[in-house]
């Protein structure tokens, strides 16, 4: 039996506490414009808790396969990575409940979830490989592809054939832990309309060049975050959305314009365009798969646009419906993107 990075212990409460203020999460995956033209499958992977998306303990995990010739399982690799991510971050959404401290919460965050997951993704890794060795022809087409050198190096490190990056969020009540190794995005949102990003920048990320769950010593490159929770909007990205844009201020702009649909109407408001709309994104930016989850407090959003300096965008306004139905409307964000 698994034990859990927090111990078990009997509560007292003395007084019943107030209903939280309910998350909720939207959140899909799109092939890549590029991946679509060579009939690639999907290489990223998307999962949150609970799976109805709705709660007072939410938790996300977005993944991007590398998708190079050496890692061509990362599909595979990336859905065993959110696997991982989900069933880990069930315990911090259960250490609230339990009444667990913040300090311990955050020691453990920093002590034990990056052996944790990187172990758990490689059990994961090796019971794949047991059902379905590396076959010959699979070994030969890199070695195709890429030289005799790179199909040694799989043979050698077969985690390589998995490859994925992880981004990790739990957002509770009271606190805010993420995680990540890899490239991607995580940004918050607070209820006074200050945009953040919980992790510093990885300056080992250039280019194409970035960490990865197959890595030798995986858990020496995850970057973890720990704060106390005043988020109205968290936004979890595979890199395809934030490369489809020219610069930082685009991308951020992307998330900002969809508050107002957001606080007005709620996430369902935005649910049936998100697919089309990172579709889009590849197509006229990245050429990438995209994955995207948004998860928002829409009462604490609600604050945002009415707080003055508000972060909304001005012409979001002749996008909104008119009338006061919760029928989705299309706006799709104008953010300047790359070419392809």
Not at 7 to 17: F, V, W
Not at 36 to 58: E, F, H, M, T, W
Not at 124 to 137: F, G, K, Q, T, Y
Request: glycine letters at 8%; proline letters at 6%.
């Amino acid at each position: 039996m698994r034990l859990s990075i927090f111990p078990r212990r009997r509560i007292m409460r003395i007084k019943r506490r107030a209903l939280p203020e309910s998350w909720s999460v939207i959140g899909t995956t799109v092939v890549g414009a590029s991946h679509r033209r060579a009939g690639i499958q999907n290489q990223d992977a998307y999962g949150c808790l609970p799976r109805s998306g709705k709660g007072p303990r939410v938790a996300i995990a977005v993944a991007d396969g590398h998708g190079s010739a050496k890692c061509f399982r990362s599909d595979a690799g990336a859905r065993l990575a959110v696997d991982v991510g989900l069933e880990l971050a069930r315990e911090f959404l259960d250490a609230e409940s339990r009444g667990t401290s913040l300090s311990l919460v955050k020691a453990r965050l920093e002590t034990d979830v990056p052996t944790r997951l990187v172990r758990g993704w490689r059990q994961r890794v090796d019971e794949d490989l047991a059902l379905r060795p590396l076959s010959d022809p699979e070994l030969g087409t890199v070695a195709e592809k890429d030289g005799h050198p790179a199909r040694t190096a799989v043979e050698q490190n077969p985690y390589l054939a998995y490859g994925s990056t992880l981004l990790g969020v739990v957002a509770t009540e009271s606190f805010l832990v993420v995680w990540q190794i890899g490239d991607g995005d995580i940004v918050t949102l607070s209820a006074d309309g200050c945009v953040e990003r919980p992790l510093p920048r990885d300056d080992r990320l250039i280019a194409n060049e970035t960490t990865s769950l197959c890595t030798p010593e995986a858990w020496r490159h995850f970057r973890v975050a720990f704060m106390r929770n005043d988020a109205a909007l968290i936004l979890v990205s595979s890199d395809g959305l934030s490369n489809s844009f020219a610069d930082e201020a685009g991308f951020l702009k992307f998330g900002t314009d969809l508050v107002p649909t957001i606080a007005s109407h709620g996430l369902a408001a935005i649910r049936p365009q998100l697919g089309r709309w990172l579709r889009r994104m590849s197509d006229e930016g990245s050429g990438d798969d995209i994955s995207l989850a948004v998860a928002c407090r829409r009462s604490a959003l609600g604050r945002v646009t009415s707080a003055a300096g508000s972060v909304v965008h001005a012409e979001m306004a002749d996008e909104q419906p008119a009338s006061s139905s919760t029928a989705a409307p299309d706006p799709l964000p104008r953010a300047e993107v790359t070419d392809p």
